[in-house]
């Protein structure tokens, strides 16, 4: 069974306080992706790597990096956090990168910015 | 780029009923859809998912119906259980690419 492990399911954080969120998979998944799930507008994805240090923009990347330096790790990080960025974070991997195939969702992290 | 729009926001049923929740895409070149369930504080959970080539998909008290001209797609539920109860997401991709594309949920009550 595919196990994505999100390093913290709470975390409160001050405003422009640098923000990391780790997220872990242990299938050797080429995709992962971080998203944001806010009520009444589903989950939008941040962004997305289809391999080790490759990164691409999702719908919302802004205020918002990322690292994939391992193919298990990938890292979202809060440049300077801010209230807006209170939410909902879910990491999820992805094999096949050529195929449609379900995305594996990890727990989740509930970020509140003070 | 791709758009997933999903209906209803909230739905509330009795317990055996049938619960039916309704999206609609915009890439006619989409050809991938899964539905989500996402229980209360937990991670979202594949229940069942259908490529373009076939039209219904079912297992055991869900099913999936695709409409290609029409560009939607339905999530059924039968017989109705309390362990429905969740949050419902639609999603659709284009082959060949990496990400999914989401809809807003739809939160199922199923009253006892």
């Known amino acids: 069974d595919v196990k994505v492990t999100q390093s913290s399911r709470y975390l409160v954080k001050r405003t422009g306080e640098k923000v990391f969120l780790e997220c872990v998979q242990d299938m050797d998944h080429e995709n992962m992706f971080w998203y944001r799930q806010d009520p009444g507008l589903g989950l939008r994805l941040i962004y997305f790597s289809y391999d080790v240090k490759m990164k691409e923009k999702g719908d919302i990347p802004e205020g918002y990096s990322v690292s994939r330096e391992k193919k298990e790790r990938f890292s979202l990080i809060l440049e300077s956090a801010s209230t807006n960025q209170t939410s909902m974070y879910l990491c999820a991997s992805k094999p096949d990168w050529n195929q449609g195939r379900p995305q594996h969702f990890g727990d989740g992290t509930r970020l509140s910015i003070l | 780029g791709e758009n997933v729009e999903q209906h209803p926001s909230t739905l509330s049923v009795q317990e055996g009923d049938s619960a039916v929740i309704k999206c609609t895409y915009s890439d006619s070149a989409s050809n991938y859809f899964p539905w989500y369930k996402q229980e209360l504080g937990k991670r979202p959970q594949l229940i069942i998912d259908?490529?373009?080539?076939?039209g219904e998909k079912k297992d055991q008290r869900i099913a999936v119906t695709l409409n290609k001209t029409a560009k939607h797609f339905s999530l059924h539920i039968t017989e109705t259980q309390p362990e429905d109860s969740a949050v419902y997401f639609c999603a659709a991709t284009i082959q060949g690419a990496q990400k999914l594309v989401f809809g807003q949920g739809t939160r199922l009550t199923i009253n006892p």
């Open positions: 259908i490529r373009s080539n076939v």
